[in-house]
Structure formats: C-alpha cells, structure tokens
C-alpha cells in the first residue's frame, strides 16, 4: 500500500464511522478535524482515532489504552493483540458507553 492509497482507505474508514455513529442507538458525540476522529461518551470519556501516515498506521486511543493498527489482508489488525478493528472498536466503544455498542461495516 502506498501512501496515497494510505490516505484513502483511512479516509473512508473515518466517514464510515462517522456515518455509523450518526444512526447509532447510543449517544456518542463525534468530532471530525484534522484526519482525526474524537468519540464522547455520555460520561465524558473519549475515543481518539488518527492517523499515522509515516508508518501508515491507524491509531486509537481509548480511556484505557492505546493501540496501532496495521491494514492486513483487507483488514486493520491490532499490531499488539491480533484484533480486528471493528471488533475492538465495538468492544471499546461498548465499555466506554457503558452500554452494547454495535458499529457495523456495512460496507
């Protein structure tokens, strides 16, 4: 993947989760600036996602941790846990909301 490519895909990605946040069930405020993406949760807790275009990287930071992920055989892998993103962003989502969260790759 160059980094044009790069660019593209996490691009998509954001609007996506954006999109998907805009017909979510629970309240999750959102804010887009800078090619990054500021989840806030009811109790004031955030998710942070951004990209890394040097080491063309997905990077989340969550109330509790903070994660890297790489594009993978047509997905974004979390480099230290082997996870896949839409299943750690549900999970991490879902603990922060305090509620089932269920952000789905519609696409």
Known sequence: MNESQYHQMVDTLLIDIEEMLDECE??????????????????????????QPPLLQLWVATKFNGHHFNYQQGQWIDERTGVEFWSF?????????????????GK
């Open 26 to 51: 629970v309240d999750i405020d959102y804010e887009s600036a800078s090619s990054i993406l500021t989840m806030t949760f009811v109790n004031g807790s955030k998710i942070i996602i951004n990209k």
């Open 89 to 105: 962003l549900n999970e991490a989502a879902s603990k922060q909301a305090e509620q089932p969260v269920n952000l789905c790759k």
